[in-house]
């Protein structure tokens, strides 16, 4: 079994729609959750982390976390073409000094006008 | 935040020679580690560089194979050795910086590795 799983897609929206994109994690020594939206012929960007479980929220985006389920979710209100990417959900763990992080697989999405 | 410049941005090997992967850090950073993306597959950590010491591997990445050099606080390069086309990959270099409660991972644009 993976640490991180996530879907892999393709998800395919409409322009305006909710997405809601998921991970699921089986290490509970995982400290921050993360996720990264990575463009073509891109290298990963942090779009958003938070370290308790909840909700976070910043502009249209919106971070959630079970640590109960060991769950994570990212959901994008008002979806527009831009937002077409793949997102990675990521989650570190301290490790030897440094904060080991493990990603998901990456979800590809399309945000159709 | 920190802006890292990798190149080459892509490259296309024949089999059997090696690749040197060079990324520079805007900024002085502790740690610099590197990262394989192969298609359809999460990130996956290679090694981790410290400056003045030796790489740290993970399991099923060997020295011999990435080698890498990290001879200053901002800068690094991973060598992808004896190619095979199962090297194919992009290789993403990435930096750590401590915030007031997280650390955030910066990444490199990548590097687009096809062997032939």
């Known amino acids: 079994q993976k640490e991180v799983e996530q879907d892999p897609g393709p998800l395919s929206v409409p322009e305006g729609a909710i997405v809601s994109l998921n991970c699921t994690y089986s290490?509970?020594?995982?400290?921050?959750f993360m996720w990264y939206r990575q463009y073509s012929r891109k290298g990963p960007e942090l779009l958003m982390y938070?370290?308790?479980?909840g909700n976070k929220e910043d502009g249209r985006f919106t971070a959630q976390v079970d640590k109960s389920s060991k769950y994570i979710s990212l959901f994008i209100r008002d979806s527009q073409p831009s937002d077409s990417a793949t997102y990675l959900c990521?989650?570190?763990?301290?490790?030897?000094?440094?904060?080991?992080?493990?990603f998901g697989t990456g979800t590809k999405l399309q945000v159709i006008p | 935040s920190a802006v890292i410049s990798q190149k080459p941005s892509r490259d296309i090997c024949q089999r059997g020679t090696s690749l040197t992967i060079q990324c520079q850090v805007d900024?002085?950073?502790?740690?610099m580690f590197w990262y394989r993306q192969q298609p359809g597959q999460s990130l996956t950590l290679i090694a981790t560089?410290?400056?003045?010491?030796?790489?740290?591997?993970e399991s099923g990445f060997v020295i011999d194979k990435f080698p890498i050099s990290r001879p200053n606080l901002t800068f690094s390069t991973l060598t992808v050795s004896n190619m095979s086309p199962e090297d194919s990959s992009i290789y993403l270099c990435?930096?750590?910086?401590?915030?007031?409660?997280?650390?955030?991972?910066?990444f490199g644009q990548g590097t687009r590795l096809t062997v032939v």
């Open positions: 938070t370290y308790s479980s």
């Open positions: 900024s002085q950073v502790t740690m």
């Open positions: 990521a989650m570190s763990e301290r490790s030897g000094g440094y904060q080991k992080v493990t």
């Open positions: 290490n509970s020594a995982f400290q921050y």
């Open positions: 560089a410290n400056q003045g010491s030796e790489a740290t591997y």
């Open positions: 990435s930096v750590e910086v401590q915030r007031q409660r997280n650390t955030e991972a910066f």
